[in-house]
């Protein structure tokens, strides 16, 4: 499974009634497809993981495979901190038909090293779908290390790492242990869209975005750019982004994105509780850099 390019990190689009829009769903995957990405991910954190039932979580990864139909990756947000639920939720991405299946470090219960490699461990050994890890420590409270990473990386079916730890040198001790172990295949994705090229420059093959959700056009044609060695288109669309990179984290993802997309006419509604609605002072930040871009 290639995984390169730019995965989009999909919002979840909700009702007014606080159900799953799947309409809106079906809309913004078709939106999507049509400005570059090469992959789609339903269910992740931006897709408001955290707050959706098991029973919305399956439906919406049986969207995405429908609606994608083939044209781009679909990939199936299927983490949990009990791997039990986690498994159950990549054999549901299995035979869902998805390509990939997306899978957090466990999170709150901040398992050891040991755990980690067994939790993917086990996920390997009872499904046959491709697995990428997620590790993003800022909400997890757990950091896979690079050592865990080789073992993993090891594994029949563990394909690759979303990498969502800002440490760059750790970028760096990673796709250097991969190599040492003949394990080039593996994709190392950036999980942070403002580090997405230099992570690239580094040897990342993409990057799972939340900023694909807003200006997937430009985002798609810098990791393209990136991927292909052009570096000084790269490094132009890197900057014309990079306003718009920083302000969707302006307040706690995925709000920032799901208000750009409102002010935008795309499918996105509200955001479920615990989360809030955007401050006003920072609406008015968000619409000068959608304004900027001319998406608004």
Known sequence: MNFEGTTVAMVTPFTKDDGVDETGMRENINYLIENGVNG???????????????????????????????????????????????????????????DAALVITPYYNKPQQHGLYQHYKLLSESTNIPIIVYNVPSRTGTDIDVDTIGKVAQLDGILGIKEANPDMDKVSQTIKRLQDLDCTDFAVLSGNDNL????????????????????????SQMVDAGLKGDFKTAFKLHYELYE??????????????????????????????????????SKAKLAEVLNDLGLI
């Not at 750009?260 to 609605?277: E, I, K, Q, T």
């Open 196 to 219: 997405t090229l230099p992570m690239i420059a580094l040897g990342a093959k993409g990057v799972i975005s939340v900023v694909a959700n807003v200006d997937p056009a430009r985002m």
């Open 40 to 98: 789609i991910l339903a269910a992740g954190t931006t897709g408001e993981s955290a707050t959706i039932t098991h029973d919305e979580q399956r439906k919406m990864i049986d969207i995405l495979v429908d609606e994608v139909n083939g044209r781009a990756r679909a990939i199936a947000g299927a983490g949990s901190n009990s791997s039990k639920e986690a498994l159950s939720l990549v054999q549901h991405a299995e035979d869902s038909g998805a």
């Open 244 to 281: 718009l990179m920083k302000v969707l984290f302006i307040e706690s993802n995925p709000v920032p994105a799901k208000e750009s997309m409102n002010m935008m006419g795309r499918p996105a509604g509200h955001v479920r509780m615990p989360l809030a609605p955007l401050k006003e002072e």
